[in-house]
Nanobody, 125 residues
Framework: VQLQASGGGVVQAGGSLRLSCTYS????????GGWFRQAPGKEREFVAA????????YYSDSVKGRFTISKENAKNTVYLQMNSLKPEDTAVYYC???????????????????WGQGTLVTVSS
């Protein structure tokens, strides 16, 4: 499965962006799409994830209430709508996917089998 991320760019603080992650083949059964980010000099961190079968979502505390992850199964795509962006949201955002993820590990990058290339989000103050 190959993942293709898009939608990054430069935005002012308080603005919005929507990231997309399209995966190359349809998966049957439970599949999780996730987003992680990595700021310069920092470790990669979990942002959000969604169960593409039942739509259940998971968020990091830092983005809860501002970001929304969603899916469009017919297009094999997972979205990350980012609102009220802050300069500290500046990072390279990576999409990830996996089928056999234990819920307790959903926020660990090691739980995911597939990764897309990063897309840079820059939030200016």
């Amino acid at each position: 499965v190959q993942l293709q991320a898009s939608g990054g760019g430069v935005v002012q603080a308080g603005g919005s962006l929507r990231l997309s992650c399209t995966y190359s083949k349809r998966t049957s059964g439970r599949y999780f799409g996730g987003w992680f980010r990595q700021a310069p000099g920092k470790e990669r961190e979990f942002v959000a994830a969604i169960n593409t079968k039942d739509g259940y979502t998971y968020y990091s505390d830092s983005v809860k209430g501002r970001f929304t992850i969603s899916k469009e199964n017919a297009k094999n795509t997972v979205y990350l709508q980012m609102n009220s962006l802050k300069p500290e949201d500046t990072a390279v955002y990576y999409c990830a996917g996996g089928a056999s993820i234990i819920i307790s590990t959903i926020k660990s990058q090691h739980a995911y089998d597939y990764w897309g290339q990063g897309t840079l989000v820059t939030v200016s103050s």
